[in-house]
């Protein structure tokens, strides 16, 4: 019966992973090496580390890829800037900071604990840390509290500049200093600038609130990651408004006599300064088109018309050797799939700096079968079934005989 079980076995199909989506890949005339260009569509459906595809050839058999980003200097990499001295004197309190090169910046991250209490402050340069100039006054830092992490970034944007020393002064006359951990700018050092590729289909909806707040919703029919969002103000032509970028969650919330309310939360993540004399461009860590929203304060300001808001992705695409006239298939959404492990990771200096681009076609549910279409069994596997099933008659039969003949020698004796 174990042998019979086993053979079973052998028997059983071994299937691949499941995937929701799935995209045609085309090679291009020439077999290779080539480049599998990521849509929008498909980086909105993978998972945060964008490890949950596979690449199949017409046998279903697995194909190692590389992926690649095109960040270049830009992406998320922070450059910390040195503190040189830290004061409290007269209520104000100054953090003297030195950059660690004198590349041209418009603007630089604070990372704070969270706190309650917003602190007017004020920014100022010099070349030498000596004569100090103005670059920004009216600054709020502070204010921000979320109920899932216990810092958070604000964005200080101003003219460009080059100065090495810069001045950040703090009114703390009235309470307790902020916990500012860390300040510094997102370098972009390489000489090979990030590339991005347009989100398209972007929506986003203005309402201006009787709390003196403007509310951005943006969202998009089908998910997308954005790494970039650019904001124009059509009017008016001066303006300097603190603004938050964050998410906004819905809750229902039932009252006595089964009256019910739905609620609104915005949840803060990136704090920035929206200016007509600096950058409106928000850098973003691949954030996902839901719920997303940008609150700015408008104070007793008219509320600003924005004109449009484009969102971009960083450029992402896999490497692949393909064969030319051949198809392959892209599957990807799996929540249990993980990162796969290729040694095509250990060589990806060899690989040509200039490939291919092979052709991709829409992305199609292939969670939801084609009536139209039956799933259709190999030859080989076909043949293989059918031996084991011989098999299997054979050795059914030769027990059986077995069995009659011992049972016909105990009747004789």
Request: glycine share 8%; proline share 7%.
């Given at each position: 019966?174990?042998?019979?079980?086993?053979?079973?076995?052998?028997?059983?199909?071994?299937?691949?992973?499941?995937?929701?989506?799935?995209?045609?890949?085309?090679?291009?005339?020439?077999?290779?090496?080539?480049?599998?260009?990521?849509?929008?569509?498909?980086?909105?459906?993978?998972?945060?580390?964008?490890?949950?595809?596979?690449?199949?050839?017409?046998?279903?058999?697995?194909?190692?890829?590389?992926?690649?980003?095109?960040?270049?200097?830009?992406?998320?990499?922070?450059?910390?800037?040195?503190?040189?001295?830290?004061?409290?004197?007269?209520?104000?309190?100054?953090?003297?900071?030195?950059?660690?090169?004198?590349?041209?910046?418009?603007?630089?991250?604070?990372?704070?604990?969270?706190?309650?209490?917003?602190?007017?402050?004020?920014?100022?340069?010099?070349?030498?840390?000596?004569?100090?100039?103005?670059?920004?006054?009216?600054?709020?830092?502070?204010?921000?509290?979320?109920?899932?992490?216990?810092?958070?970034?604000?964005?200080?944007?101003?003219?460009?500049?080059?100065?090495?020393?810069?001045?950040?002064?703090?009114?703390?006359?009235?309470?307790?200093?902020?916990?500012?951990?860390?300040?510094?700018?997102?370098?972009?050092?390489?000489?090979?600038?990030?590339?991005?590729?347009?989100?398209?289909?972007?929506?986003?909806?203005?309402?201006?609130?009787?709390?003196?707040?403007?509310?951005?919703?943006?969202?998009?029919?089908?998910?997308?990651?954005?790494?970039?969002?650019?904001?124009?103000?059509?009017?008016?032509?001066?303006?300097?408004?603190?603004?938050?970028?964050?998410?906004?969650?819905?809750?229902?919330?039932?009252?006595?006599?089964?009256?019910?309310?739905?609620?609104?939360?915005?949840e803060s993540a990136v704090g920035f300064t929206l200016s007509s004399t600096?950058?409106?461009?928000?850098?973003?860590?691949?954030?996902?088109?839901?719920?997303?929203?940008?609150?700015?304060?408008?104070?007793?300001?008219?509320?600003?018309?924005?004109?449009?808001?484009?969102?971009?992705?960083?450029?992402?695409?896999?490497?692949?050797?393909?064969?030319?006239?051949?198809?392959?298939?892209?599957?990807?959404?799996?929540?249990?799939?993980?990162?796969?492990?290729?040694?095509?990771?250990?060589?990806?200096?060899?690989?040509?700096?200039?490939?291919?681009?092979?052709?991709?076609?829409?992305?199609?549910?292939?969670?939801?079968?084609?009536?139209?279409?039956?799933?259709?069994?190999?030859?080989?596997?076909?043949?293989?079934?059918?031996?084991?099933?011989?098999?299997?008659?054979?050795?059914?039969?030769?027990?059986?005989?077995?069995?009659?003949?011992?049972?016909?020698?105990?009747?004789?004796g």
């Amino acid at each position: 019966m174990k042998t019979i079980f086993f053979l079973l076995l052998l028997s059983t199909p071994v299937f691949a992973q499941s995937f929701t989506y799935k995209v045609d890949v085309k090679p291009g005339v020439s077999s290779g090496y080539q480049r599998i260009m990521l849509s929008p569509d498909v980086l909105g459906r993978l998972n945060d580390q964008l490890g949950d595809m596979r690449l199949y050839d017409r046998r279903q058999r697995e194909v190692p890829y590389l992926l690649v980003q095109q960040t270049g200097g830009e992406g998320m990499s922070f450059a910390p800037f040195t503190v040189v001295n830290k004061t409290s004197r007269g209520g104000v309190g100054t953090l003297l900071l030195k950059r660690p090169d004198g590349r041209p910046i418009r603007s630089m991250s604070v990372v704070l604990k969270n706190a309650a209490v917003q602190k007017s402050a004020a920014l100022s340069g010099s070349p030498d840390g000596v004569a100090w100039y103005a670059l920004t006054n009216n600054l709020t830092l502070g204010g921000h509290s979320s109920d899932t992490s216990i810092e958070h970034t604000e964005t200080i944007s101003f003219p460009l500049t080059d100065y090495p020393y810069l001045r950040l002064q703090l009114a703390d006359s009235t309470s307790a200093p902020l916990n500012i951990i860390r300040v510094g700018s997102y370098a972009q050092r390489p000489s090979v600038s990030a590339q991005y590729t347009p989100v398209d289909g972007l929506r986003f909806i203005q309402r201006d609130s009787s709390d003196h707040h403007t509310y951005l919703f943006i969202d998009r029919p089908t998910p997308a990651r954005i790494d970039r969002l650019r904001i124009r103000v059509s009017s008016p032509a001066l303006f300097r408004r603190r603004a938050e970028f964050g998410q906004v969650f819905t809750q229902t919330i039932t009252r006595k006599r089964g009256q019910k309310r739905v609620e609104h939360s915005f949840e803060s993540a990136v704090g920035f300064t929206l200016s007509s004399t600096g950058d409106t461009t928000l850098q973003l860590p691949g954030v996902l088109t839901e719920k997303l929203c940008i609150r700015i304060a408008n104070a007793n300001d008219p509320p600003l018309q924005i004109g449009t808001i484009r969102a971009d992705l960083l450029s992402t695409y896999i490497v692949a050797n393909l064969l030319a006239d051949s198809i392959y298939t892209l599957q990807f959404g799996s929540k249990t799939a993980a990162p796969p492990t290729y040694d095509l990771a250990y060589f990806k200096d060899k690989l040509p700096a200039n490939l291919p681009v092979a052709a991709v076609g829409p992305v199609t549910d292939s969670s939801t079968p084609n009536p139209a279409k039956k799933p259709k069994l190999s030859a080989y596997a076909l043949w293989a079934g059918i031996t084991v099933v011989l098999l299997l008659l054979v050795y059914m039969s030769y027990q059986m005989l077995g069995n009659i003949g011992r049972r016909n020698e105990g009747q004789a004796g």
